[in-house]
């Protein structure tokens, strides 16, 4: 049995609640096609704009009432975690059940581990929630800390860091499910990120990298692949120019060069470039798949997508 860490964009998820409870069901089907080829499948996702809501949500009585207690990103991310998870489970369990296939669809609300050293911990860039007027934003840094920045013109946001993961804290309790035959939905958001302080796990104002949890993710797990499923059908590199050519298959060495040259975006498709790159590296056997939601049955068969191989160790299928 191939085992698939499927990684969900947001394109998989809509960007409002009415969004994705219809986004899912397109999801739902992807997915259950994955897994009536006879694939193990785990499910992590982003969780952008849904985080964002909530921490927007919560600022708000913040700037209504300044005596309100603050709410915690990390809790936000949590929120975010069970109700995507939820709305997935559900999803899933009506289509495979369509279907004539019974199986348990479970969510882990997932903690990562960062590193205290991390750089990015000082370095708050990654913008998050509504946009807000400078004398808003300052009231947040004054009264909560928070750190804000001017958004290119657009408005005030608040800015958080985005460290690497480095440790998923329930990666047993995720093994168990799956040995017992759950299809699981875990790491969401890249996971709430957590400090550790000697036994004691604590939340940070920091969201993760959806792409970076889900190689670390396949790498614990040992998958065979990790599908990382975006808006576009296939990695592109001189992207809009005219020049922009597909790529169909790329081993490590060629992405890799593709990377250190500046062709993807840093918002966009480089860290699904990097975390294809992470997962590949790693051990004989694996590959990385980019592809659109809608192709994911034909891209895990190699008919779709982009496939990036190791060659060095000789995965070329």
């Not at 997932?110 to 990654?126: L, R, Y």
């Not at 993760?208 to 790498?219: G, M, N, R």
Request: charged share 25%; aromatic share 6%; hydrophobic share 40%.
């Amino acid at each position: 049995m191939k085992r698939i860490v499927v990684a969900l964009g947001g394109n998989a998820l809509g960007k409002n609640l009415t969004e994705q409870f219809e986004a899912v069901k397109v999801t739902a089907k992807a997915i259950a096609d994955l897994i009536g080829d006879g694939s193990e499948v785990v499910i992590t996702h982003g969780n952008g704009p849904q985080v964002g809501k909530i921490d927007a949500a919560m600022n708000a009585l913040l700037l209504e009432d300044p005596t309100e207690e603050k709410t915690s990103l990390s809790m936000c991310v949590a929120m975010s975690q069970a109700y995507i998870g939820y709305d997935i489970q559900n999803a899933l369990r009506k289509e495979l059940m369509r279907r004539g296939m019974y199986k348990p669809v479970v969510t882990i609300i997932t903690q990562v581990e960062v590193s205290n050293d991390d750089p990015a911990m000082k370095n708050p860039t990654k913008p998050i929630g509504k946009f807000m007027t400078e004398e808003q934003a300052q009231r947040l840094k004054e009264h909560y800390g928070y750190a804000v920045a001017e958004d290119s013109g657009r408005g005030w946001r608040r800015v958080v860091a985005s460290p690497q993961p480095q440790y998923i804290i329930e990666i047993d309790a995720i093994r168990a499910s799956l040995q017992a035959g759950s299809v699981v939905i875990c790491c969401g958001g890249g996971g709430i990120p957590v400090r550790r302080k000697d036994d004691y796990l604590k939340g940070c104002a920091a969201v993760i990298d959806k792409d970076y949890c889900s190689a670390l993710l396949a790498e614990n797990l040992n998958a065979d692949v990790l599908l990382i499923l975006t808006a576009i059908d296939k990695v592109k590199i001189h992207f809009g120019t005219a020049d922009e050519q597909s790529l169909d298959r790329v081993s490590l060495n060629e992405l890799c060069r593709y990377i250190d040259d500046g062709e993807f975006a840093s918002g966009s498709m480089l860290p699904k470039a990097e975390a294809a790159a992470r997962f590949v590296e790693g051990g004989k056997g694996r590959k990385a798949i980019i592809a659109a939601l809608e192709e994911a049955g034909e891209a895990v068969k190699g008919k779709a997508g982009t496939v990036i191989f190791n060659e060095d160790l000789g995965v070329r299928n």
